[in-house]
């Protein structure tokens, strides 16, 4: 049985129990499990490497102790252990010595709760996890972003917007265009589940580590930051699914909460990668964290502000933004004027609609940028649809040789990209030209045909142009009439 089939299977059996109400709580309750299984997988290998080993976990709160036996305990037994010790016991966890797995655990479990009443279907549920997923394999550790993208298509229609899970291919190309490398501090400042994080610890990885002095240099250097507690649930598992065995540094907060001048020196990276919500709105008061001249409560812009302050000189970013921070006015616009004051936007890659299908139909775009020097231009590369494809959907994504192209025209930063050239996808726009429409970066592609277009979104935004338009003509008219007329009095 596949895993996404064993996701399925499982939730089916939790729809029977009348304490767990609702998609999100089966979610809630499919994860913590789903953690434990996962942890006592690693132990078992650290375990093997390590014969000095010693599990943070008591013996009796270990998976193997108490659920890993499909005739171990069930009925109420099992519901009592659940929740008068385990819980206890895990969210009261001391560490032995200096030992930092054991506020890893006890971080996880501040949040989780055990919604089953039925000690007989927890039984079933251990027994499925059990039999359908062993993530010592390394293949089925790939596969947690499909057990992820599930859990996110039932938060969906649980009503949870606002997440939206970015796909493999863009995360891949992102994160190798950036090249983080060996001791280079990475922050992903909303990090969800840790998609961009686990890439960057690969690429890194499959470039860079070839010693053991290595591997402990990239476990800490890795950085996320998730406030959901149920996406952090999953970044920290998805953390210790690849190799990073104490993800202290994967912290449960509000990054932009944070007054923005607390942050110093040490706090700033070499790299940022990340997929900021957008379309939301911050709670009542996150926007006084922020210099006055950029206060808003729009999340997608404020993380823009953030992700310039945190990054040092020389530092690296690539973000995905939405097609309203390009061509939007007001406190848009100067905190566009600041980004490329601050740091050279080089590039923005276009993507087509449907690339979050079946998320969100939003346009997106792929910013990057290296803080320490102002943009003197931009590269715009519009990434189209493969041959015969209209739109992206879940049985057909896009895929990561999509961006072969793009990988090809490159170039390097080193030499100001002096070997781009223009091409029927690329072109280069001025930061006079920027300048001149108020850092409006909405620009079409120059060598495309113009042909009708029937995107609402598209065609939503041509008609405010020509309301805009027509609102400055008539102000002009009525201000030459009451010209004309003071003239004549």
Not at 59 to 74: C, K, P, Q, V, Y
Not at 412 to 420: C, H, N, V, Y
Request: charged share 25%; aromatic share 8%; with cysteine.
């Amino acid at each position: 049985m596949s895993i996404s089939a064993t996701v399925k299977a499982i939730q089916d059996i939790m729809r029977k129990d009348v304490g767990v109400d609702g998609d999100a709580q089966r979610i809630g309750q499919l994860v913590w499990m789903l953690f434990l299984k996962i942890y006592d997988d690693r132990e078992q290998e650290w375990e093997l490497l390590d014969e000095s080993y010693v599990s943070p976990l008591p013996e009796s709160l270990r998976w193997r102790n108490w659920a890993a036996d499909a005739e171990g305990i069930t009925g109420d037994e099992l519901k009592d252990f659940i929740d008068t010790t385990l819980f206890p016991g895990l969210q009261n966890l001391t560490a032995k010595g200096d030992d930092k797995r054991a506020f890893v655990i006890k971080g996880v479990f501040e949040d989780a709760y055990n919604y089953m009443k039925s000690g007989q279907l927890i039984r079933q549920v251990i027994n499925k996890i059990e039999d359908g997923i062993d993530f010592n394999k390394a293949q089925e550790r790939h596969l947690f972003g499909d057990i992820y993208e599930q859990i996110l298509r039932d938060l969906q229609s649980a009503g949870n917007a606002g997440e939206y899970y970015t796909p493999r291919a863009v995360t891949q190309f992102m994160v190798e265009r950036v090249n983080p490398r060996l001791g280079e501090q990475v922050l992903d400042p909303a990090c969800g589940t840790g998609g961009f994080l686990t890439c960057a610890i690969e690429h890194i990885r499959k470039n860079d580590v070839k010693t053991v002095e290595d591997e402990k240099t990239l476990q800490g250097c890795i950085h996320g930051v998730e406030k959901k507690p149920l996406p952090h649930l999953l970044a920290t598992t998805n953390m210790i699914l690849h190799g990073i065995e104490v993800p202290t540094n994967i912290r449960h907060d509000n990054t932009l909460s944070r007054p923005l001048i607390s942050y110093g020196p040490k706090d700033r990276v070499d790299v940022i990668v990340t997929n900021p919500p957008f379309g939301g709105i911050e709670e009542d008061g996150i926007e006084a964290s922020f210099p006055a001249t950029f206060r808003t409560r729009e999340t997608a812009d404020l993380f823009l502000v953030l992700i310039t302050h945190l990054l040092k000189d020389g530092g690296r970013a690539a973000v995905v933004l939405p097609d309203g921070t390009l061509f939007g006015e007001g406190i848009k616009t100067r905190i566009k004027e600041h980004l490329l004051e601050a740091c050279d936007l080089h590039t923005v890659v276009r993507l087509p609609n449907g690339v979050f299908n079946p998320y969100t139909g939003i346009k997106t775009n792929l910013l990057f940028f290296t803080k320490g020097r102002p943009t003197r231009r931009t590269w715009f590369y519009e990434h189209p649809y493969p041959a015969g494809v209209k739109s992206y959907s879940k049985t057909k994504p896009m895929r990561v040789e999509e961006f072969g192209p793009e990988r090809d025209w490159w170039g390097t930063e080193a030499d100001g990209f002096a070997a781009r050239q223009a091409n029927k996808q690329a072109w280069c726009v001025d930061i006079a030209e920027i300048k001149a429409k108020n850092y409006n970066l909405d620009f079409t592609n120059p060598h495309r045909d113009e042909v009708e277009s029937h995107d609402p979104d598209v065609l939503l935004k041509q008609y405010a142009d020509l309301q805009t338009a027509l609102t400055a003509t008539r102000d002009q008219i009525k201000a030459a009439l009451a010209a004309a007329l003071e003239g004549k009095a």
